[in-house]
């Protein structure tokens, strides 16, 4: 069988979504190998991949959050533009020796993976945790507010101008993921979700999420036939008091059971005395839990809105940053949960207001469904599909 290479950049948001397809591959008798860092070793391992390990230039625990906004976006484009530099080379020597016949790379951020996977004539697919763009449509364009008074802007442009030179690519290739030896892209993401959906070409294959194996986190059951409600703010923007404060505010000694993720930065402890319906640690299955919730409090990362909508969970998005605003803005338009302001001074207020309200909304419950419809024609299969489709060409 074939030697398949995934990379993605060292972050959940952009590791989780490949793991469900590591796992299908392996299981059909593939061999793959995904680099990562010491912290995701574990999780390759898990799905029965060969974790390449490798220290990371980006951004990381205790450091701030990219938010891709404003004159922080050339800080996010500068880390990807060191990361690759750093891979690219730090990589190559592995890639010779043990030379894949395919590549599936995160196009968003993994520009590392376009470089090694063209330098060294192997095909390509780049994978989208989150929305994909054309010429119609771009997240970038839409919601990532470029300064054009910042002269890092034009560096990373001419720096990035030079690296694709020297492999022979043209930047547009690069950044893009676009041209010769693409061989079609992987959306983790409903066509329906996708903003312009129908614009996008045949090469672009819609796919939705493939869950990651629930033994990787551990699993979890409901300890009482109350409605669960699950929060999380994710594992980069999950710091986040006044939120976690307010949601136990809005909901202790009510109905609900709340099971709240707070970060691995946060100590539990700090958040005062836990109400007893609530059930607070750093982490949870998310996947079990989302399975038993009737109500999802999220930053709208993608990994984590998909996963919801699988599970036909309606969702209340606080979003911390450009990407998971656009994911938000999505959820109203279609009808599947509703955004709140972080900021808004009843917060606690409006938020019981939307517990009490979504659930049980017959237009929200359609709207979740027909989602979920549509994910569950795609996923796993489609997505190898696609994969082993590019190995025999």
């Avoid at 196009?107 to 390509?124: E, M, N, Q």
């Amino acid at each position: 069988m074939a030697h398949i290479v995934f990379l993605a950049p060292p972050a959940v948001g952009h590791v989780n979504p490949t793991l469900g397809l590591v796992c299908e591959l392996v299981s059909r008798g593939h061999r793959v190998s995904y680099p990562c860092t010491e912290e995701f070793a574990d999780r390759v391992k898990a799905v029965g991949a060969e974790p390449v390990l490798y220290e990371t230039t980006m951004p990381g625990a205790g450091e701030k959050p990219l938010t891709l906004h404003g004159y922080d976006v050339a800080r996010g484009l500068l880390a990807g533009l060191r990361e690759t530099r750093r891979l690219s080379e730090g990589l190559d020597d592995w890639f010779r020796r043990n030379r894949p016949d395919l590549v599936v790379f995160d196009g968003l951020v993994a520009w590392w993976g376009r470089l090694l996977a063209y330098r060294h004539g192997i095909p390509a697919i780049p994978c989208w945790a989150n929305f994909a763009s054309n010429d119609e449509w771009s997240l970038t364009d839409e919601y990532v507010k470029l300064p054009k008074l910042d002269l890092r802007l034009y560096w990373f442009i001419l720096r990035m101008q030079r690296l694709a030179a020297r492999e022979g690519l043209s930047v547009i290739e690069l950044m893009d993921s676009v041209g010769r030896g693409i061989r079609g892209h992987l959306v983790f993401v409903p066509r329906s979700f996708q903003y312009a959906g129908d614009t996008f070409d045949d090469g672009f294959h819609f796919v939705g999420p493939c869950l990651r194996p629930r033994e990787i986190e551990g699993r979890w059951r409901p300890p009482s036939d109350r409605p669960v409600f699950l929060v999380s703010m994710g594992t980069l923007y999950h710091n986040q008091p006044g939120i976690f404060a307010a949601v136990m505010e809005a909901f202790a000694d009510t109905r609900w059971h709340v099971v709240l993720a707070t970060g691995p930065d946060v100590d539990p402890a700090a958040l005062g005395d836990v109400p007893s319906n609530f059930e607070v640690s750093p982490s949870v299955p998310q996947l079990d839990v989302l399975e038993h919730a009737q109500l999802f409090l999220t930053h709208a990362g993608m990994g984590g809105v998909m996963e919801a909508l699988h599970f036909g969970v309606p969702m209340i998005a606080v979003p911390q940053m450009a990407e998971q605003r656009a994911n938000a803005d999505r959820i109203e338009q279609l009808g599947v949960g509703r955004t709140l302001r972080p900021d808004a001074p009843d917060f606690a207020d409006r938020l019981r207001a939307l517990a009490a309200e979504l659930p049980g909304d017959p237009s929200v419950r359609e709207a979740v469904a027909g989602l979920q419809r549509e994910m569950a024609a795609g996923g796993l299969p489609a997505a190898v599909k696609v994969v082993e489709e590019a190995l025999s060409e």
